[in-house]
């Protein structure tokens, strides 16, 4: 079996690990990632790693260096899924690395490498993201482990739940010297496709604003209501997402979305009070951003008003756009480059634990090819002939760094 097909079945076979039958759906510590853990500890044990689950849930695999106080490179993506997800985002990223562990054939370099399987990227549980990375880089803080979601349940009890205590996060912090970190994820857009190449080298990912918008009105009778006395917050809300996509599509490069939706009461004969959605809005510079997201607040007030509404929000996250290491950058690029690939450099519109991991340690990521620019969708697909691209371009970048670090 080649490389690039043993990759994309172990990413497959994970994918049968869901919360729901028939689907791919994994939350930040449900129970299909006990077996997700599992699965991926042998194949991490059988390329010579030791593994260890930390504190937030992160599975773990260390590749020991030659020597015992070597610094380390962590190679690291997640493990969790947005609902109805395909079987490669965040989870083929992890899979390589442990490929890429098993290449080496148990030689040792001048430096550690970790394999992270983070806990929680996608932000779907609890309303923000990168649950696991933060653990990592030691900034999940009481606030966020207090968060809790839509059945009460909190960040901490969901851990604790899982067999871990919260009380020991700081002991997820990662220690000693890196020189860095790599993460492989397919590109979840058109761009590689379009341009018939295999590998993108990404520079920088664009930052984001996640926000919950509500609109309250009056809860009353369908049938015996006015169209002209109600205060319907449906219909309030309806006209304010149209204005986010309108605003949107007069800014260059600029990216909104509404994605959820929440009526109470929720009843097809009753006028809903109440609407809670979300926002989502993303930029390469934070100045565009924050401008796209008062404009659009500014909007829901004039509407509500206009309609005999209230309209609030809550910031759920603020995410500066991040640029990549400028040094990995072109190790990454000069490692494509050896192995044959034309290089293309790119940013990324979707966010990943890189953005995190970037705020203390040297972080670099590069996309593969999304056949058809599918993500987060049960179609998302990759090739093995990319697969195997990929891991060649990883071990030339361990190349690079033994050079410099051996």
């Given at each position: 079996?080649?490389?690039?097909?043993?990759?994309?079945?172990?990413?497959?076979?994970?994918?049968?690990?869901?919360?729901?039958?028939?689907?791919?759906?994994?939350?930040?510590?449900?129970?299909?990632?006990?077996?997700?853990?599992?699965?991926?500890?042998?194949?991490?044990?059988?390329?010579?790693?030791?593994?260890?689950?930390?504190?937030?849930?992160?599975?773990?695999?260390?590749?020991?260096?030659?020597?015992?106080?070597?610094?380390?490179?962590?190679?690291?993506?997640?493990l969790d899924t947005v609902p109805h997800a395909g079987a490669f985002d965040g989870i083929l990223g992890v899979v390589l690395g442990v490929a890429l562990v098993k290449a080496l054939g148990g030689r040792r370099l001048g430096f550690g490498i970790e394999i992270v399987g983070f806990s929680e990227e996608e932000g779907v549980r609890f309303g923000f993201p990168f649950i696991g990375s933060h653990a990592l880089m030691g900034s999940l803080d009481d606030v966020m482990l207090a968060r809790r979601?839509?059945?009460?349940?909190?960040?901490?009890?969901?851990?604790?739940?899982?067999?871990?205590?919260?009380?020991?996060?700081?002991?997820?912090?990662?220690?000693?010297?890196?020189?860095?970190?790599?993460?492989?994820?397919?590109?979840?857009?058109?761009?590689?496709?379009?341009?018939?190449?295999?590998?993108?080298?990404?520079?920088?990912?664009?930052?984001?604003?996640?926000?919950?918008?509500?609109?309250?009105?009056?809860?009353?009778?369908?049938?015996?209501?006015?169209?002209?006395?109600?205060?319907?917050?449906?219909?309030?809300?309806?006209?304010?997402?149209?204005?986010?996509?309108?605003?949107?599509?007069?800014?260059?490069?600029?990216?909104?979305?509404?994605?959820?939706?929440?009526?109470?009461?929720?009843?097809?004969?009753?006028?809903?009070?109440?609407?809670?959605?979300?926002?989502?809005?993303?930029?390469?510079?934070?100045?565009?951003?924050?401008?796209?997201?008062?404009?659009?607040?500014?909007?829901?007030?004039?509407?509500?008003?206009?309609?005999?509404?209230?309209?609030?929000?809550?910031?759920?996250?603020?995410?500066?756009?991040?640029?990549?290491?400028?040094?990995?950058?072109?190790?990454?690029?000069?490692?494509?480059?050896?192995?044959?690939?034309?290089?293309?450099?790119?940013?990324?519109?979707?966010?990943?634990?890189?953005?995190?991991?970037?705020?203390?340690?040297?972080?670099?990521?590069?996309?593969?090819?999304?056949?058809?620019?599918?993500?987060?969708?049960?179609?998302?697909?990759?090739?093995?002939?990319?697969?195997?691209?990929?891991?060649?371009?990883?071990?030339?970048?361990?190349?690079?760094?033994?050079?410099?670090?051996?």
């Amino acid at each position: 079996m080649g490389i690039g097909q043993e990759v994309v079945e172990r990413c497959r076979r994970l994918a049968t690990h869901s919360e729901e039958p028939g689907v791919i759906t994994r939350t930040f510590l449900s129970e299909p990632m006990h077996c997700v853990h599992a699965d991926m500890r042998a194949w991490m044990e059988q390329a010579g790693m030791s593994v260890q689950v930390d504190p937030a849930g992160n599975l773990r695999g260390y590749y020991d260096g030659a020597r015992p106080d070597a610094p380390k490179l962590i190679v690291g993506s997640h493990l969790d899924t947005v609902p109805h997800a395909g079987a490669f985002d965040g989870i083929l990223g992890v899979v390589l690395g442990v490929a890429l562990v098993k290449a080496l054939g148990g030689r040792r370099l001048g430096f550690g490498i970790e394999i992270v399987g983070f806990s929680e990227e996608e932000g779907v549980r609890f309303g923000f993201p990168f649950i696991g990375s933060h653990a990592l880089m030691g900034s999940l803080d009481d606030v966020m482990l207090a968060r809790r979601d839509v059945h009460g349940v909190s960040v901490a009890d969901a851990i604790r739940a899982f067999g871990l205590d919260p009380a020991a996060i700081g002991d997820a912090r990662a220690c000693g010297a890196t020189l860095g970190y790599l993460e492989f994820h397919i590109e979840q857009g058109p761009v590689l496709e379009s341009l018939n190449i295999p590998l993108g080298v990404v520079t920088s990912i664009a930052g984001q604003s996640r926000l919950e918008v509500r609109f309250d009105g009056k809860a009353n009778h369908a049938g015996t209501t006015p169209m002209n006395l109600r205060r319907d917050a449906l219909a309030g809300a309806a006209e304010w997402i149209g204005a986010v996509e309108r605003v949107a599509a007069t800014v260059p490069s600029l990216v909104a979305t509404v994605g959820k939706i929440e009526t109470q009461p929720g009843a097809g004969n009753v006028i809903a009070g109440s609407v809670r959605m979300s926002l989502d809005v993303r930029h390469t510079k934070d100045d565009v951003r924050a401008g796209a997201v008062k404009h659009l607040l500014d909007s829901a007030q004039e509407i509500a008003a206009r309609r005999a509404l209230t309209a609030s929000s809550e910031l759920r996250l603020d995410q500066a756009a991040v640029a990549m290491d400028a040094r990995l950058i072109e190790m990454l690029g000069c490692a494509v480059r050896d192995g044959g690939y034309p290089e293309h450099r790119m940013h990324s519109g979707a966010g990943h634990d890189a953005m995190v991991m970037a705020e203390r340690v040297p972080a670099v990521m590069l996309f593969l090819r999304s056949p058809g620019g599918l993500s987060h969708h049960p179609d998302e697909a990759v090739l093995e002939s990319d697969v195997a691209a990929a891991l060649a371009t990883g071990l030339n970048f361990i190349e690079q760094l033994e050079r410099v670090n051996g």
